[in-house]
């Protein structure tokens, strides 16, 4: 659990109208608290999909700020990766998805992704059969699109 103080929070404004720009600057000291929000990339948020990545100071155009977030970027496809890996692998302990169902476009598009767009996708894959389908991976890679670009919705 953390508190108010742990997080500094920007929000980037226009200088003339006051109004947000639509993009905030947000600062944690805690890498638990920094992953949890690095999992909401590509969610959304009041109907608009979000980006969280890590930032790097400095100069636009310097060459060590473009390696920092070159890095950071790495890692974070990095940590997607294996969250995507443990998703599936919960699926596969379970029996309810086998090894060989899906090929490896989809999963290297999963990889792709944030956990719980992975997760609703494989969720709702599940619960209509998908692995019934003439296709598998063509209707998980649908689905996968579908909540990236719409979002999840609660009410499923």
């Known amino acids: 659990k953390f508190q108010k103080k742990d997080i500094k929070i920007r929000i980037l404004t226009d200088p003339k109208t006051k109004k947000s720009r639509g993009m905030a600057f947000v600062e944690v000291e805690d890498p638990e608290v920094l992953y949890g929000?690095?999992?909401?990339?590509?969610?959304?948020?009041?109907?608009?999909?979000?980006?969280?990545?890590?930032?790097?100071?400095?100069?636009?155009?310097?060459?060590?700020?473009?390696?920092?977030?070159?890095?950071?970027?790495?890692?974070?496809?990095?940590?997607?990766?294996?969250?995507?890996?443990?998703?599936?692998?919960?699926?596969?302990?379970?029996?309810?998805?086998?090894?060989?169902?899906?090929?490896?476009?989809?999963?290297?598009?999963?990889?792709?992704?944030?956990?719980?767009?992975?997760?609703?996708?494989?969720?709702?894959?599940?619960?209509k059969g998908g692995r019934n389908m003439d296709n598998p991976s063509a209707y998980l890679t649908f689905l996968v699109t579908k909540f990236a670009t719409e979002g999840i919705r609660e009410d499923k």
């Not at 990339?41 to 060590?64: C, D, P």
């Not at 473009?66 to 974070?76: C, D, G, I, M, V």
């Open 37 to 127: 929000l690095l999992k909401l990339h590509q969610t959304f948020l009041n109907g608009r999909r979000i980006n969280v990545e890590r930032s790097a100071g400095g100069k636009k155009n310097s060459e060590t700020r473009k390696a920092k977030l070159a890095q950071y970027r790495k890692e974070q496809e990095e940590y997607f990766a294996e969250v995507v890996e443990k998703i599936l692998k919960e699926y596969k302990d379970t029996g309810e998805l086998r090894d060989d169902e899906l090929d490896e476009g989809v999963v290297e598009l999963c990889k792709r992704h944030a956990g719980p767009v992975v997760r609703a996708a494989v969720a709702e894959y599940m619960e």
